[in-house]
């Protein structure tokens, strides 16, 4: 079992920025590909960054070269740097977890979200 833990969200206003942060509990967190989604009003939860084990990252299109995703695996932490906000950015972000392991399969961890909202 994964506990993850955001932080950092709030009320920034357009071209500002902020850092959220997810700190995991266990010990093999080196181990998770992470991620961070987002979901605004009336809309589907959408993925906006992941890191893979390997710190191999991918991200949306709406963010590419606003946003960054890092990793300490020392601190068991997954960071998302959010620059350049637009109000279109406000959402609810949360982190995600997800390993495979053998005979155990797939396991999806989700923290309970920080909200960011971005005033035009």
């Known amino acids: 079992q994964v506990q993850l833990v955001e932080s950092g969200g709030g009320l920034v206003q357009a071209g500002g920025s902020l850092r959220l942060s997810c700190a995991a509990s266990?010990?093999?967190?080196?181990?998770?590909?992470m991620g961070w989604y987002r979901q605004a009003p009336g809309k589907q939860r959408e993925l906006v960054a992941g890191?893979?084990?390997?710190?191999?990252?991918n991200y949306a299109d709406a963010v590419k070269g606003r946003f960054t995703i890092s990793r300490d695996n020392a601190k068991n932490t997954v960071y998302l740097d959010l620059n350049s906000l637009k109000p279109e950015d406000t959402a609810v972000y949360y982190c995600?977890?997800?390993?495979?392991?053998?005979?155990?399969?797939?396991?999806?961890?989700w923290g309970q979200g920080t909200q960011v909202t971005v005033s035009s």
């Open positions: 266990g010990s093999i967190f080196s181990m998770y590909d």
């Open positions: 995600n977890a997800v390993i495979t392991l053998p005979l155990i399969g797939r396991r999806d961890y």
């Open positions: 890191i893979t084990g390997g710190s191999s990252t």
